[in-house]
């Protein structure tokens, strides 16, 4: 079982840039598909991005495509989602996500383990 720990969320201006990380423990990520979601007040959670175990794969919800961009270091056992642009509207709680599948598989649900969530807030 993996355990997951999100960090780098903080409050930003519009325009502005965060880096996410996941760092994780127990399993090593090479055995999993990493995603991040992301939830805002009074809203669902949502989709953000995904990418696959083998890394050269990945998916991104049209909202933040060109935008944020996923990554993952095997060695250093840890996901990492760049946000730059942002908008008021990616104003949310974002968690990341673990899902054991297909080496190539990037997947948009069916997660099995979560992070705790980080609080990102763009200002207008």
């Known amino acids: 079982q993996v355990q997951l720990v999100d960090t780098g969320g903080g409050l930003v201006q519009a325009g502005g840039s965060l880096r996410l990380s996941c760092a994780a423990s127990g399993r090593t990520i090479r055995d999993y598909a990493m995603g991040w979601f992301r939830q805002a007040p009074g809203k669902e959670r949502e989709f953000v991005a995904a990418?696959?175990?083998?890394?050269?794969?990945?998916d991104y919800a049209d909202s933040v495509k060109g935008r944020f961009t996923i990554s993952r270091d095997s060695a250093k056992n840890t996901v990492y989602l760049q946000m730059n642009s942002l908008k008021p509207e990616d104003t949310a709680v974002y968690y990341c996500a673990a899902r054991n599948v297909g080496y190539y598989v990037v997947p948009r649900g069916g997660f099995d383990y979560w992070g705790q969530g980080t609080q990102v807030t763009v200002s207008s």
């Open positions: 990418i696959a175990r083998s890394g050269a794969n990945t």
